[in-house]
Protein backbone atom coordinates (compact mmCIF):
# COMPACT_ATOMS: atom_id res chain seq x y z
CA UNK A 1 0.00 0.00 0.00
CA UNK A 2 2.89 2.37 0.80
CA UNK A 3 4.41 2.29 -2.53
CA UNK A 4 1.16 2.23 -4.42
CA UNK A 5 0.08 5.53 -2.38
CA UNK A 6 4.17 7.09 -3.36
CA UNK A 7 3.34 6.34 -7.15
CA UNK A 8 -0.42 7.53 -7.55
CA UNK A 9 -0.44 10.93 -8.89
CA UNK A 10 -3.89 12.03 -8.42
CA UNK A 11 -4.20 15.21 -5.67
CA UNK A 12 -6.83 13.55 -4.17
CA UNK A 13 -4.97 10.61 -2.91
CA UNK A 14 -5.17 9.81 0.85
CA UNK A 15 -3.34 6.77 2.31
CA UNK A 16 -5.24 4.43 4.19
CA UNK A 17 -2.70 1.98 4.38
CA UNK A 18 -0.96 2.80 7.87
CA UNK A 19 -2.42 4.26 11.17
CA UNK A 20 -1.86 8.30 10.77
CA UNK A 21 -2.73 11.02 8.64
CA UNK A 22 -0.52 13.20 7.02
CA UNK A 23 -0.32 16.70 5.30
CA UNK A 24 0.02 17.90 1.86
CA UNK A 25 4.41 18.02 2.97
CA UNK A 26 4.11 14.75 4.25
CA UNK A 27 4.20 15.66 7.89
CA UNK A 28 1.73 14.23 10.54
CA UNK A 29 -1.60 15.96 10.43
CA UNK A 30 -3.69 16.25 14.21
CA UNK A 31 -6.92 16.87 14.05
CA UNK A 32 -8.64 19.66 15.59
CA UNK A 33 -10.77 17.17 17.72
CA UNK A 34 -7.05 15.62 19.07
CA UNK A 35 -5.98 19.34 19.98
CA UNK A 36 -8.99 19.72 21.90
CA UNK A 37 -9.23 16.86 23.72
CA UNK A 38 -5.34 16.93 24.33
CA UNK A 39 -6.56 20.30 25.95
CA UNK A 40 -9.01 18.80 28.11
CA UNK A 41 -6.41 16.19 29.37
CA UNK A 42 -4.04 19.13 29.91
CA UNK A 43 -6.26 21.52 32.02
CA UNK A 44 -7.34 18.56 34.52
CA UNK A 45 -3.23 19.18 35.67
CA UNK A 46 -3.48 14.85 36.61
CA UNK A 47 -0.46 13.71 38.65
CA UNK A 48 2.50 11.83 36.47
CA UNK A 49 2.01 8.46 38.74
CA UNK A 50 2.58 5.17 36.38
CA UNK A 51 -0.50 3.18 35.74
CA UNK A 52 -0.74 -0.39 37.15
CA UNK A 53 0.59 -2.58 34.82
CA UNK A 54 -3.02 -3.78 33.33
CA UNK A 55 -3.76 0.08 32.97
CA UNK A 56 -6.64 2.57 33.61
CA UNK A 57 -9.55 1.12 34.93
CA UNK A 58 -11.47 3.52 34.25
CA UNK A 59 -10.65 3.42 30.53
CA UNK A 60 -10.46 -0.57 30.48
CA UNK A 61 -13.66 -0.78 32.13
CA UNK A 62 -15.53 1.47 29.27
CA UNK A 63 -13.64 -0.33 26.47
CA UNK A 64 -14.85 -3.52 27.26
CA UNK A 65 -19.00 -2.33 27.69
CA UNK A 66 -18.06 -0.78 24.47
CA UNK A 67 -16.71 -3.83 22.90
CA UNK A 68 -19.13 -6.19 24.63
CA UNK A 69 -22.05 -4.31 25.61
CA UNK A 70 -23.94 -6.20 28.53
CA UNK A 71 -22.69 -9.73 27.91
CA UNK A 72 -23.19 -12.10 30.46
CA UNK A 73 -19.35 -12.53 29.56
CA UNK A 74 -18.80 -9.43 31.66
CA UNK A 75 -20.92 -10.19 34.51
CA UNK A 76 -19.55 -13.54 34.55
CA UNK A 77 -15.62 -11.99 35.11
CA UNK A 78 -14.83 -13.87 31.97
CA UNK A 79 -12.98 -10.93 30.23
CA UNK A 80 -9.75 -9.69 30.79
CA UNK A 81 -8.55 -6.17 29.94
CA UNK A 82 -5.50 -4.49 29.50
CA UNK A 83 -4.10 -1.63 27.95
CA UNK A 84 -1.20 -1.11 25.91
CA UNK A 85 0.70 1.18 24.65
CA UNK A 86 -0.61 1.27 20.59
CA UNK A 87 -2.37 -1.60 18.55
CA UNK A 88 0.74 -2.54 17.47
CA UNK A 89 1.69 -3.15 21.18
CA UNK A 90 -1.42 -4.60 21.84
CA UNK A 91 -1.15 -7.02 19.34
CA UNK A 92 2.54 -7.90 20.84
CA UNK A 93 1.37 -8.66 24.08
CA UNK A 94 -1.46 -10.52 23.58
CA UNK A 95 0.19 -13.31 21.00
CA UNK A 96 2.92 -13.47 23.83
CA UNK A 97 0.49 -14.42 26.23
CA UNK A 98 -1.28 -16.61 23.34
CA UNK A 99 1.77 -18.34 22.60
CA UNK A 100 2.58 -19.13 25.90
CA UNK A 101 -0.81 -20.30 27.21
CA UNK A 102 -2.87 -21.49 24.25
CA UNK A 103 0.08 -22.07 21.52
CA UNK A 104 -3.16 -22.77 18.40
CA UNK A 105 -2.46 -21.25 15.31
CA UNK A 106 -4.01 -17.42 14.25
CA UNK A 107 -6.21 -16.82 11.73
CA UNK A 108 -5.07 -13.91 9.87
CA UNK A 109 -7.09 -11.47 7.23
CA UNK A 110 -5.44 -10.91 3.77
CA UNK A 111 -4.62 -8.40 3.23
CA UNK A 112 -3.46 -7.35 6.49
CA UNK A 113 -0.34 -5.15 7.69
CA UNK A 114 2.94 -7.09 7.29
CA UNK A 115 3.96 -6.01 10.51
CA UNK A 116 1.33 -8.07 11.94
CA UNK A 117 2.58 -11.47 10.46
CA UNK A 118 6.47 -10.59 11.67
CA UNK A 119 4.94 -10.07 15.39
CA UNK A 120 2.69 -13.68 14.56
CA UNK A 121 5.91 -15.22 13.63
CA UNK A 122 8.10 -13.77 16.43
CA UNK A 123 5.84 -15.12 19.48
CA UNK A 124 6.75 -18.49 18.05
CA UNK A 125 2.77 -18.79 16.66
CA UNK A 126 2.34 -19.80 13.25
CA UNK A 127 -1.10 -18.50 11.04
CA UNK A 128 -2.88 -19.07 8.25
CA UNK A 129 -4.28 -16.41 5.84
CA UNK A 130 -8.47 -16.13 5.01
CA UNK A 131 -9.67 -14.19 2.78
CA UNK A 132 -11.09 -11.30 3.74
CA UNK A 133 -11.16 -8.06 1.12
CA UNK A 134 -12.88 -8.71 -2.25
CA UNK A 135 -11.92 -6.33 -4.68
CA UNK A 136 -14.62 -6.86 -7.21
CA UNK A 137 -17.19 -5.20 -4.84
CA UNK A 138 -14.50 -3.37 -2.69
CA UNK A 139 -16.00 -5.06 0.67
CA UNK A 140 -15.65 -8.18 2.76
CA UNK A 141 -15.10 -10.65 0.95
CA UNK A 142 -17.98 -12.56 3.05
CA UNK A 143 -18.02 -15.99 1.84
CA UNK A 144 -14.39 -17.02 1.68
CA UNK A 145 -14.30 -15.52 5.32
CA UNK A 146 -17.04 -17.00 6.40
CA UNK A 147 -15.93 -20.54 5.04
CA UNK A 148 -12.48 -19.90 6.52
CA UNK A 149 -13.91 -19.54 9.71
CA UNK A 150 -15.72 -22.56 9.76
CA UNK A 151 -12.62 -24.78 8.35
CA UNK A 152 -10.76 -23.24 11.48
CA UNK A 153 -9.74 -25.66 14.30
CA UNK A 154 -11.57 -25.18 17.41
CA UNK A 155 -9.40 -23.42 19.80
CA UNK A 156 -8.14 -21.38 16.92
CA UNK A 157 -7.15 -17.89 17.70
CA UNK A 158 -9.47 -15.52 15.39
Do not use: C, M
Amino acid sequence: TAIAFKNDTSADKVNLGIGAYRDDNGKPYVFEVVRKAEAVVHAQKGDKEYLPIDGLESFNNAIRSLVFGDSPAITNNLIATVQTLSGTGGLRVALEFLAEHIPAKVYIPNPTWSNHLQIIERSGLRYVEYPYYDPKTRGLNFQGFKRALENANPGSII
